[in-house]
């Protein structure tokens, strides 16, 4: 699985399993939430190490700009706020850090 989808679809389900979470504890939504919400953390956590990297840190680092751009994402598609200007220029910011971290040129172990 290539790099890029493993952490989009990583995004996807930390992000939904935390909003399970978000929704117990501070929407009143019932208990059982929290069984999917438990299992997509655990499928965020897989998806991660199918990431194309030599050091968890840096595929931890990397991964961070698309957790954030991605939640921005769930923002506007689920929870209907839609992001300023701000916001996107923010993401933008942190995808880049994240391309660097991933393409930077490394020495040869």
């Known amino acids: 699985m290539p790099t890029a989808a493993a952490y989009i679809g990583a995004a996807i389900a930390e992000i939904a399993g935390c909003y399970a979470f978000w ?7 019932p ?3 929290l069984v999917p919400g438990g299992l997509s953390l655990a499928l965020f956590a897989w998806l991660l190490t199918l990431a194309d990297s030599s050091a968890a840190g840096r595929a931890f680092a990397a991964y961070g ?3 954030i751009a991605s939640s921005l ?3 506007w598609l689920v929870e209907g706020n839609r992001p300023d200007r701000w916001d996107t220029i923010g993401a933008a910011i942190c995808l880049v850090g994240a391309a660097v971290i991933l393409a930077g040129p ?3 172990a």
């Open 23 to 29: 929704a117990f504890f501070r929407l009143d939504k």
């Open 31 to 33: 208990a059982w939430w």
């Open 65 to 67: 700009g698309v957790y």
């Open 73 to 75: 994402a769930w923002l």
């Open 106 to 108: 490394r020495a040869a």
